[in-house]
């Protein structure tokens, strides 16, 4: 698969978490360098579109001419992390992710089991993809506070 087809955008830097796990690698979402732009390509950069479309209010931009881009998860914030929020959240993410034309297929969406107080307050979700012009799959995870 050429990089090209996934393309190549800036890095950012994102407050709610530094790594999302890319293919037990961890795609960095920090940057360590300190005065300069750098930028993502590949498979790195479809992480970070991913995260941006899920984070991101549905009509957030519409303003910017980008009416449909986003997602719905933010309808779940104040609700409890149970089997139904979970199965909205579901929808919501393929939702969202079907808009990408990045993405061939989205495979999977789990995830995790809430145990404690603190994982009922955020959705720790895996998520499976199949870019365009790709053979294999890569699986990005996670945490979306609701």
Partial sequence: MKDDLLKTDLK?????FDR???D???VDLKSSVRGDLQTL???DNLAQAIINRLLTRRGELTKFGHPNYGSRLH????ELNNIKQRAKAELYIREALAQESRIEAVKEVSFAASSRQIDRETL?????VKPIGAENEFSILIPIDI
């Fill in 12 to 16: 950012l830097t994102f407050r709610e």
């Fill in 20 to 22: 999302v796990a890319a």
């Fill in 24 to 26: 037990r690698e961890f």
């Fill in 41 to 43: 390509n590949g498979r």
């Fill in 75 to 78: 309808l779940l914030i104040g």
């Fill in 124 to 128: 720790k979700v895996r998520i499976r």
